[in-house]
């Protein structure tokens, strides 16, 4: 069964540093998302990526974010200056098709421990 | 505002019933899911409601009411592996269908 994949599995990295965040989609899936949990909350939407732009995006992607396919297979998310609130999960979603008809897969998901 | 709420925790009995209540207000409403997420691991999908009534899948049902802002996840025949959390989730739209989570439900299954 086709599923969302994300690399690394774990992040450790220092504050101020950037890190990517790589996920690769369902193949055939159009839309794209990230999602974050920081530990013991809720999990919290991010931004959504359709046709090689943003469509949305929450409060919490600031400047500080940047998302990319820089390829037909690889979804990005970029954080550019760590700050160790950045600490969490970070969840990758693709979705077929919207209008409600189809479910978002979500990736394994990339912890994210900033030090 | 955005709001969805959900009992943070519950304790059931191995092979019993459980219901998990979801109410939301949101400023949109295309449908809820209800996801499955095991400690340290994704969201894995269990149901979706767009209509009102119940959806049933083997041991999982899930029920909506568009007029009350009101959901639940009846779980059957409990095993000691559904202890997890229950994530209730309002997709509303939007641009490209995003989802917005409610706290989630921390189930333990006792034997």
């Known amino acids: 069964e086709p599923e969302v994949t994300q690399t690394p599995s774990h992040q450790v990295t220092q504050m101020g540093q950037e890190v990517i965040l790589r996920c690769v989609p369902i193949s055939n899936h159009l839309y794209f998302y990230w999602y974050r949990q920081i530990l013991g909350q809720k999990v919290e939407f991010l931004v959504s990526?359709?046709?090689?732009?943003?469509?949305?995006k929450s409060e919490i992607f600031d400047d500080q974010f940047s998302v990319e396919r820089p390829d037909g297979s690889n979804f990005t998310l970029k954080i550019r200056s760590t700050k160790l609130e950045d600490s969490a999960m970070y969840f990758c979603a693709s979705l077929a098709l919207a209008g409600g008809t189809d479910t978002q897969y979500f990736g394994p998901g990339t912890r994210l421990t900033v030090l | 505002g955005q709001n969805i709420d959900q009992p943070t925790e519950m304790t059931a009995t191995e092979g019993a019933i459980v219901q998990i209540n979801c109410t939301y207000q949101t400023s949109g409403f295309n449908g809820l899911f209800w996801y499955q997420q095991h400690a340290g691991e994704a969201p894995t999908f269990l149901s979706y409601?767009?209509?009102?009534g119940l959806e049933e899948k083997g041991r999982f049902s899930s029920f909506l009411s568009r007029s009350k802002g009101y959901s639940y996840l009846l779980l059957k025949e409990l095993q000691m592996k559904d202890s997890a959390s229950y994530l209730c989730a309002v997709y509303y739209g939007g641009s490209q269908g995003n989802l917005i989570f409610g706290k989630g439900t921390k189930l333990s299954v006792k034997p």
């Open positions: 409601n767009v209509l009102d």
């Open positions: 990526f359709y046709n090689n732009e943003i469509s949305e």
